[in-house]
């Protein structure tokens, strides 16, 4: 169903931008197709993409910005910049009088908003046009901030949730926030390391829902469960992804498919045992680590250690197909591995451990049922 059309060497990261792969290479420079621009010896990965223009950090704090026909349009000391959402991009500079660094938010328009020390993030969302999520740097607290009104809505502490504890050695932890998911119904979720989902209510911060685990009678079919509590079956850390015309959250990782309904009053997680039907597709599940990327119906998904990749219908729960493992150049300096994985539109991209990125083109149609 996929062919290799092509392959790049020295690709250390990339995103691909109507169409076409634009990298950092391993000489520190980006590069799409045979155009390249220096950057400089400590580049930060990802590459913010945002309004047409690539912006490039690093270590020092200096940065070059470029369009897309990689001329240069900007450069300069004590910035940062981290992509947000198609509306914004998070920027970070230095404020000379204070020696501190300002976060600020940079619209479409060119607009800045200075949003101050104190909105220094560690993991942070923008969701639709006007609320920002985020995490300070003390992981205390998911806090909101009202773009368009310019004022602080809400904080939650997590302290709220109470301690979590150890299932094997029974030893206290506090909870902190993995990943921001997205917004159903007015409904933020999030979810926890180790601490499954809570759901806020967006306008108020008010904890509606919490999720800790899959009840062992919501399995349907047969996993690994050496890890699980004896109440019930733990959310491994997979990237969960917000399905939002479904109203779905769904995630895949070793031999686990979580799905969550949020259109259903009482919300309940299911876990779709995947064992059985990866040995039938000879797919070994450990290497299956979650990264995954959901295009219509079909859940992209790779096996790092196993070296291939694969699709999954999320409507029938079926491995509709799974690659022969890709060819990767062996290091002594690494394990050799699969490190990412980008659909956009018909092509797949895989960037491997030496630094390779694989593009495959889909030949045939795949099916899907509905």
């Known amino acids: 169903m996929f062919k290799l059309i092509s392959k790049i060497d020295n690709v250390r990261d990339y995103v691909i931008y109507k169409g076409k792969p634009y990298y950092i290479n391993t000489s520190d420079e980006i590069q799409c197709g045979e155009k390249k621009q220096m950057l400089y010896k400590t580049p930060l990965s990802p590459l913010a993409t945002f309004n047409g223009k690539f912006y490039c950090s690093e270590w020092e704090n200096n940065y070059k910005i470029f369009d897309e026909n990689l001329e240069l349009v900007e450069e300069g000391k004590d910035k940062g910049f981290l992509y947000l959402s198609k509306e914004y991009l998070e920027t970070y500079f230095l404020d000379e009088q204070q020696k501190i660094f300002i976060t600020a938010l940079l619209d479409r328009e060119g607009n800045l908003m200075v949003l101050g020390d104190r909105y220094r993030s560690i993991c942070h969302k923008c969701f639709r046009k006007w609320i920002y999520i985020y995490i300070k740097n003390d992981k205390t607290s998911i806090r909101a901030f009202s773009i368009q009104k310019k004022e602080h809505l809400w904080e939650f502490p997590l302290s709220s949730l109470g301690k979590g504890k150890d299932y094997n050695t029974d030893e206290e932890f506090d909870y902190e926030v993995e990943q921001f998911v997205g917004i159903y119904n007015n409904i933020l979720w999030v979810y926890i390391e180790r601490g499954g989902f809570i759901g806020l209510d967006i306008q108020t911060g008010e904890l509606k829902h919490r999720i800790l685990g899959i009840p062992k009678g919501n399995l349907l079919g047969k996993v690994d469960s050496y890890v699980d509590s004896e109440e019930f079956y733990i959310f491994y850390r997979a990237k969960f992804i917000l399905d939002d015309k479904k109203g779905i959250i769904i995630g895949l990782i070793a031999d686990r498919f979580f799905e969550i309904d ?109």
Not at 275 to 302: A, C, P, R
Not at 347 to 356: A, E, F, Q, R, W
């Open 262 to 370: 949020l259109n259903k009053e009482k919300i309940t997680p299911m876990l779709y045992g995947m064992w059985d039907k990866m040995e039938k597709m000879n797919l070994k599940k450990y290497g299956v680590n979650g990264n995954t990327s959901l295009q219509g119906d079909l859940l992209y998904f790779y096996n790092d250690k196993e070296l291939q990749f694969g699709v999954l219908d999320i409507n029938t729960k079926e491995f509709i197909y799974v690659s022969e493992p890709i060819a990767v150049v062996e290091r002594d300096d690494s394990f050799t591995r699969l490190r990412d994985l980008k659909v956009s539109e018909n092509k797949v991209y895989i960037l491997d451990s030496n630094h390779t990125l694989h593009i495959f083109e889909r030949e045939e149609q795949l099916k899907i049922t509905t």
